[in-house]
């Protein structure tokens, strides 16, 4: 507040598993401030939730961690994640909430990117950023999931036609390029 900034985003690990979540929002909201993003993995997200927010007038926009169709539970290491994710952002549309996804692309995954695409685009997700995971927890010691630049480079050319094809369904931010 006291630099003037105006905007904040929540983040985390997961932000919302913090007892203390809308003590930290409420103070925010004092001051003059708006939250402008929350990213999640979407567990969290519940009916009682968004009226939380509804009755504070927010209106955050929302990442969702979202690995791919049919990866998803494996990469987060959680039965039943992907489900609960594309029912968070289901849950956000219907209450005129807005949410994008983020994937974290590699090996394993690289090749769902379009039905991924398409199925986001059928909860009405507003668009999905492909990311390379970061090396480290779990992964750290996983080089082979790992790709190059160069081979994130040709899965992206590879899949733009099919995206076209598709007739571009939802916007996609494609990292490093």
């Known amino acids: 507040d006291e630099c003037g900034v105006k905007q904040v985003s929540l983040t985390g690990g997961e932000p919302l598993i913090r007892r203390d979540f809308f003590k930290i929002v409420d103070e925010i909201l004092r ?58 952002m289901r849950l956000l549309h219907d209450n005129g909430l807005q949410a994008s996804a983020a994937m974290c692309l590699c090996r394993d995954n690289a090749g769902s990117i379009r039905e991924t695409v398409k199925t986001l685009a059928a909860v009405k997700c507003m668009g999905l950023k492909l990311q390379r995971p970061v090396p480290q927890g779990e992964w750290e010691n996983e080089p082979e999931h790992f790709l190059s630049y160069d081979e994130i480079f040709r899965i992206y050319m590879d899949y733009l036609p099919q995206y076209k094809e598709d007739g571009c369904p939802i916007p996609i931010q494609m990292e490093g390029f």
């Open 31 to 88: 001051r003059d401030m708006v939250v402008t993003m929350i990213y999640s993995n979407g567990r969290l997200i519940t009916p009682e939730f968004i009226d939380k927010l509804k009755e504070r007038k927010m209106h955050p926009g929302f990442q969702i961690s979202f690995d791919g169709v049919g990866y998803h539970d494996w990469m987060r290491g959680v039965k039943g994640a992907e489900k609960i994710a594309l029912d968070a």
